[in-house]
């Protein structure tokens, strides 16, 4: 029997969305768009934009009564904490950022919940296409109108950000 030395192939659980782990400088992502994003962090940090960012830093727990009275507290993990540094400032600023291929009903509630909570913080939604709106395949024009009202920047179309940076990272 020959042995494979650590090159066998590893079997990853299929999510739903059917996103694909991926691994970037040690560390292991839920998808190919976090792990995307945290390699234009780091150019960022490189170009003095950014300080440093951490990945999934902290959970949120937030109480919350469904429509039948029953309370439930629903738990929220950003996918990346953004440090930038004030220069006015001897502090620093953090931005929460959220990575999606897809959004459900479920993702606007928290959304929804962090931001009733934590109003001066600063949340924003990366996608990694150009959002379509509308029946066909796309984001529905509530969920769109919906994710406007919570968060404070809509990212979408991200690929072709990180293809600005290919060739220089």
């Known amino acids: 029997m020959v042995e494979m030395m650590g090159f066998e192939k590893q079997k990853f659980r299929r999510s739903k969305f059917r996103n694909v782990p991926t691994e970037y400088n040690g560390t ?11 390699m234009m962090l780091d150019f960022w940090i490189k170009l003095g934009v950014i300080w ?18 029953k309370r439930k507290d629903i738990t929220y993990v950003p996918d990346f904490a953004v440090h ?3 220069d006015n400032i001897d502090d620093e600023r953090i ?20 931001k009733r909570d934590n109003p001066d913080f600063y949340l ?8 379509r709106i509308g029946k066909r395949g796309g984001l529905s024009v509530f969920k769109y109108n919906k ?10 179309d991200i690929n072709s950000e990180f293809k600005k940076y290919k060739g220089i990272m």
Not at 28 to 38: D, I, M
Not at 56 to 67: G, L, V
């Open 28 to 38: 292991r992502f839920k998808s190919k768009l976090e792990a995307r994003t945290a």
């Open 52 to 69: 440093v960012w951490d990945y999934e830093p902290i959970p949120f727990t937030f109480e919350h009564t469904d429509k039948t009275g």
């Open 84 to 86: 930038y540094m004030d």
């Open 95 to 114: 931005e929460w950022w959220e990575c999606k291929g897809m959004v459900s009903a479920y993702d606007l509630l928290k959304w929804e919940l962090f």
């Open 124 to 131: 924003a939604v990366i996608f990694a296409g150009k959002l």
């Open 147 to 156: 994710i406007n009202r919570i968060v404070d920047r809509v990212w979408d």
